[in-house]
T-cell receptor
Framework: AQTVTQSQPEMSVQEAETVTLSCTYDTSESNYYLFWYKQPPSRQMILVIRQEAYKQQNATENRFSVNFQKAAKSFSLKISDSQLGDTAMYFCAQEETQGGSEKLVFGKGTKLTVNP | DTGVSQNPRHKITKRGQNVTFRCDPISEHNRLYWYRQTLGQGPEFLTYFQNEAQLEKSRLLSDRFSAERPKGSFSTLEIQRTEQGDSAMYLC??????????FGPGTRLTVT
């Protein structure tokens, strides 16, 4: 079974600064998708950014970017110019296709607090 | 597009009672997922539908759990004879063929 590990249970950052959240995963598949999801307090989970494993270029979405190291099975999220609204749980996830579905396997999450 | 909706948002029940949750996916999405999230953990996959067909069930889904998606539209998740260990947030997500799952707000179940 595939596993996703987030080694930082909690992190904090000052507003306007940059923070990087770590994620490692384990898979035997050669092509797959990786995701970062954000879950604000008492609100629903939303997709932050997606990376396709066969693409060497790191994905970016405005202030969010990833550092995808396929050989190392590492997928970190960098948030630039942090804003108070970035305060949330962040989950790294990998798509698993064994069994017939494209279900997501999630890490345990990193609680990010952006301080004013 | 109103997003994925789930009802009820909160459910408190006594141990041994049956509960049913509903998920309404985004209308054009043919894929629907149920996940369970306990405190301090990431969501864990429970089951998957493509249209009306239930194509995969996790070993987490004991025989007390049943899910349906009649006509490939909304889905229901029923838990029979609830146990305290069933207390969790139950999340529904839907997607089309483009690998992005859209999540609903979840149903928080508390079993007393």
């Amino acid at each position: 079974a595939q596993t996703v590990t987030q080694s930082q249970p909690e992190m904090s950052v000052q507003e306007a600064e940059t923070v990087t959240l770590s994620c490692t995963y384990d898979t035997s598949e050669s092509n797959y998708y990786l995701f970062w999801y954000k879950q604000p307090p008492s609100r629903q989970m939303i997709l932050v950014i997606r990376q396709e494993a066969y693409k060497q270029q790191n994905a970016t979405e405005n202030r969010f970017s990833v550092n995808f190291q396929k050989a190392a099975k590492s997928f970190s999220l960098k948030i630039s110019d942090s804003q108070l609204g970035d305060t949330a749980m962040y989950f790294c996830a990998q798509e698993e296709t064994q069994g017939g579905s494209e279900k997501l396997v999630f890490g345990k999450g990193t609680k990010l607090t952006v301080n004013p | 597009d109103t997003g994925v909706s789930q009802n009820p948002r909160h459910k408190i029940t006594k141990r041994g009672q049956n509960v049913t949750f509903r998920c309404d996916p985004i209308s054009e999405h043919n894929r629907l997922y149920w996940y369970r999230q306990t405190l301090g953990q990431g969501p864990e996959f429970l089951t998957y539908f493509q249209n009306e067909a239930q194509l995969e069930k996790s070993r987490l889904l004991s025989d007390r759990f049943s899910a349906e998606r009649p006509k490939g539209s909304f889905s229901t998740l029923e838990i029979q004879r609830t146990e305290q260990g069933d207390s969790a947030m139950y999340l529904c997500a839907s997607s089309s063929d483009f690998y992005e799952q859209y999540f609903g707000p979840g149903t928080r179940l508390t079993v007393t």
